[in-house]
């Protein structure tokens, strides 16, 4: 009994791991789009999956098309990260791996003083066995 629950605790250790590790060079990419390539072929709308849903200040786009066309409206943007934090997901509640990642940050826009924000992104894998958003919301944090 307890080698076994060892050995499980030792599983659910690495997988936390991997998660964390997976969430930290999500996040960089990420970012490193939304500031510099938001637009075109090889912008950030290929981060998510074709039916994915972003949530931004309230504002629902789904698909990538709509996707798109909602971060595309944004000013340019400069972000600078405060943490990042990842968990995964029970199979059971996607059919498939899954991980949820937790962002904090400043985000400055052209013509817009710097926020404070939250985003919170649910990661699925793919067919092709890469991660990509099927959720995003993002959340400016102190304003209501």
């Known amino acids: 009994w307890y080698q076994r629950r060892v050995r499980e605790s030792m599983s659910k250790a690495a997988e936390i791991v991997t998660c964390n590790e997976t969430a930290d060079a999500f996040q960089k990419l990420?970012?490193?789009k939304?500031?510099?390539q938001r637009h075109g072929t090889?912008?950030?709308?290929?981060l998510y999956m074709p039916e994915a849903i972003l949530t931004w200040n309230?504002?629902?786009?789904?698909?990538?098309?709509?996707i798109a066309e909602l971060l595309g409206n944004l000013?340019?943007?400069t972000c600078n990260i405060h943490s990042?934090?990842?968990?995964?997901i029970n199979e059971k509640a996607f059919n498939n791996k899954a991980i949820m990642v937790a962002v904090t940050g400043n985000i400055k826009y052209a013509?817009?003083?710097?926020?404070?924000?939250?985003?919170?992104f649910?990661?699925?894998?793919?067919?092709?066995a890469t991660m990509k958003i099927s959720y995003d919301c993002f959340r400016f944090m102190n304003e209501f």
């Open 30 to 32: 990420y970012y490193e």
């Open 34 to 36: 939304l500031d510099k």
């Open 42 to 46: 090889h912008g950030l709308v290929n």
């Open 58 to 66: 309230g504002n629902t786009a789904k698909g990538k098309t709509g």
């Open 75 to 77: 000013p340019m943007s």
């Open 84 to 88: 990042v934090d990842a968990q995964p």
């Open 111 to 120: 013509g817009i003083s710097e926020k404070e924000f939250a985003q919170t």
């Open 122 to 128: 649910i990661l699925q894998k793919t067919d092709s």
